[in-house]
Antibody, heavy 121, light 106 residues
Framework: EVLLVESGGSLVQPGESLRLSCAAS????????MTWVRQAPGKGLEWVAV????????YYAHSVRGRFTISRDNSKNVLSLLMNSLSAEDTAVYYC??????????????WGQGTLVTVSS | DIQMTQSPSSLSASIGDRVTITCRAS??????LSWYQQKPGQAPKLLIY???TLQSGVPSRFSGRGSGADFSLTISNLRPEDCATYYC?????????FGPGTTVDI
């Protein structure tokens, strides 16, 4: 069974940093592109970042570029999102998701349950 | 960036109805279009990818079509469990934008 389990969400103050993790199991992790998607309370889905299987292709949303860093450790089956200079606008549930295929430009077939990041003073 | 719009923003239908949600991109996206269903408190679920490919395990009453910049998701024979918010997403060009969502009530 494919499982994606996010962790690391918490309440932080504006300007602080936070690292999210997504532990993958039930499939061979390395070939698949992985994506972070977030959802602010009561709002729609916002694509955040994508990383290819071998980490040679990475893209970010404009709203997080330069502040967030997506990475992966294929030896540990873990996807990460390092978030710096957080602001209230980053408050959201953060989901990790797997691409349907090895290509980063395909749909997202498996999602984690999400981890809540709250940025507030 | 490619902007995605959806219509309607919400709809109310009856059991057994045929429902169509449209999604329009601000430019052609060559079939790089997925549809997701999200219920309250749950993660999104992939229904359709590559414009019309039904994800494994998704009932055949869901179907997708379209080309260029105009796409649609049709739910035939609407069931109570189809009450949810539906999002389209383009993966033609980064950032891979989502539509604003369409809420389906029954």
């Amino acid at each position: 069974e494919v499982l994606l389990v996010e962790s690391g969400g918490s309440l932080v103050q504006p300007g602080e940093s936070l690292r999210l993790s997504c532990a993958a199991s039930g499939f061979t992790f390395s070939p698949y592109a992985m994506t972070w998607v977030r959802q602010a309370p009561g709002k729609g889905l916002e694509w955040v970042a994508v990383i290819s299987g071998n980490s040679d292709t990475i893209y970010y949303a404009h709203s997080v570029r330069g502040r967030f860093t997506i990475s992966r450790d294929n030896s540990k089956n873990v996807l990460s999102l390092l978030m710096n200079s957080l602001s209230a606008e980053d408050t959201a549930v953060y989901y990790c998701a797997r691409s349907v295929t090895s290509h980063y430009d395909s749909g997202l077939d498996y999602w984690g349950q999400g981890t809540l990041v709250t940025v507030s003073s | 960036d490619i902007q995605m719009t959806q219509s309607p923003s919400s709809l109310s239908a009856s059991i057994g109805d045929r429902v169509t949600i449209t999604c329009r991109a601000s430019q052609g996206i060559s079939g790089y279009l997925s549809w997701y269903q999200q219920k309250p408190g749950q993660a999104p679920k992939l229904l359709i990818y590559a414009r019309s490919t039904l994800q494994s395990g998704v009932p055949s009453r869901f179907s997708g079509r379209g080309s260029g910049a105009d796409f649609s998701l049709t739910i035939s024979n609407l069931r109570p469990e189809d009450c949810a918010t539906y999002y389209c997403q383009q993966t033609f060009m980064t950032p891979f934008t989502f539509g604003p969502g369409t809420t389906v009530d029954i």
